[in-house]
């Protein structure tokens, strides 16, 4: 079904749950994602290269391959998870919570970051999605290769996104990247589901008008 995410915004700060301590766990900040995060890759790349003995040189080529599959998965979760949303209440609770909060408050810089609990929980998911699959072609131990700059790339991802909403686009380079986000917020919602890059939706159609069409 369609998006239904609104271009509304509103000042202040989104409230979640009532309860205290599952609000606490909504909000994060710089430092905590870089520390728990940067501590969880840096802890992934000692097993996979000490404790699973995974040869180097098939660990750098995992590494780079699933940094570039971050891009897709990146795209398909906020396209198809993010903004699925029906008129079901509880689908409308999931939505508020995953992402509709963000897309109401795009200025709640507590929240311009996964925080560290339901983050981990949802890379474990991931994790064990990926595990099952490499097992299926007797590879499951590569898992321990592949995850680590799969997370990676969902760490580097976290920071740009952040970036878009906190600081103002590069006169120089990289100001594009600023451009699509805001756009997916402010007019496309519909459109421009990559934040770190622009590949996938013009591979799938996603791309919001140019420029010259938007004075329309």
């Not at 952040?162 to 917020?185: C, E, G, M």
């Not at 459109?191 to 890059?197: L, P």
């Amino acid at each position: 079904m369609e998006s239904k995410v609104t271009t509304e915004h509103k000042k202040g700060k989104a409230e979640i749950f009532k309860n205290p301590f599952l609000e606490s766990l909504t909000k994060t900040s710089l430092t905590s994602n870089i520390i728990v995060y940067g501590s969880t890759v840096i802890l992934l790349i000692y097993i996979a290269l000490v404790v699973k003995n995974i040869p180097i040189n098939t660990f750098i080529s995992l590494f780079i391959i699933s940094i570039f599959s971050w891009t897709l998965t990146e795209y398909l979760l906020h396209r198809f998870l993010f903004h699925w949303i029906n008129e079901n209440k509880y689908v409308q609770r999931f939505h508020f919570i995953m992402h509709g909060s963000h897309h109401q408050y795009p200025k709640d810089t507590e929240r311009l970051l996964m925080p560290p609990v339901p983050g981990l929980i949802m890379g474990s998911i991931l994790f064990g999605l990926q595990y099952v699959l490499f097992s299926i072609f007797g590879y499951g131990v590569l898992t321990w290769g592949f995850f680590p700059g799969f997370f990676l790339g969902y760490l580097l991802y976290s920071f740009l996104h952040r970036a878009t909403h906190v600081y103002s686009p590069p006169k120089k380079y990289f100001s594009w990247i600023w451009r699509h986000h805001l756009l997916h917020h402010y007019k496309y919602p519909n459109k421009a589901f990559g934040v770190s890059n622009t590949i996938w939706d013009r591979v799938f159609g996603t791309m919001p008008p140019k420029r010259k069409t938007q004075k329309q």
